[in-house]
């Protein structure tokens, strides 16, 4: 059974940075495209970030371009997200799943951690 289990979301005023975090497990990590995917209440959910199996070609949606980083360590099976700069737009639940930026709909789900940021 794939189990994800995102971690590192809190309260954060504008500007600030954060780290969220997913522990993976049930399949073979170093295999699989991961993304982070967000989603404000109401709203549908919004890609955010790729990364390939390997580590390699990030990809970024235009809205978090150049203020978080994706990244991921495939011995210990973790895919982490450092957020720069953040406004309060970047306010969401966000989610660790099991895709890239074209298949992320069809991919597996973690539970999610809060993100708000706010003064």
């Known amino acids: 059974e794939v189990q994800l289990v995102e971690s590192g979301g809190g309260l954060v005023q504008p500007g600030g940075s954060l780290t969220l975090s997913c522990t993976a497990s049930?399949?073979?990590?170093?295999?699989?495209?991961m993304s982070w995917v967000r989603q404000v209440p109401g709203k549908d959910r919004e890609w955010v970030a790729s990364?390939?199996?390997?580590?390699?070609?990030?990809d970024y949606a235009a809205s978090v371009e150049g203020r978080f980083t994706i990244s991921r360590d495939n011995d210990k099976n973790t895919l982490s997200l450092l957020m720069n700069r953040l406004e309060t737009e970047d306010t969401a639940v966000y989610y660790c799943?099991?895709?890239?930026?074209?298949?992320?709909?069809?991919?597996?789900w973690g539970q999610g951690t809060q993100v708000t940021v706010s003064s």
């Open positions: 799943n099991t895709g890239d930026r074209w298949s992320w709909r069809g991919g597996d």
């Open positions: 049930g399949f073979t990590f170093r295999y699989a495209d």
């Open positions: 990364i390939r199996n390997d580590g390699s070609r990030p």
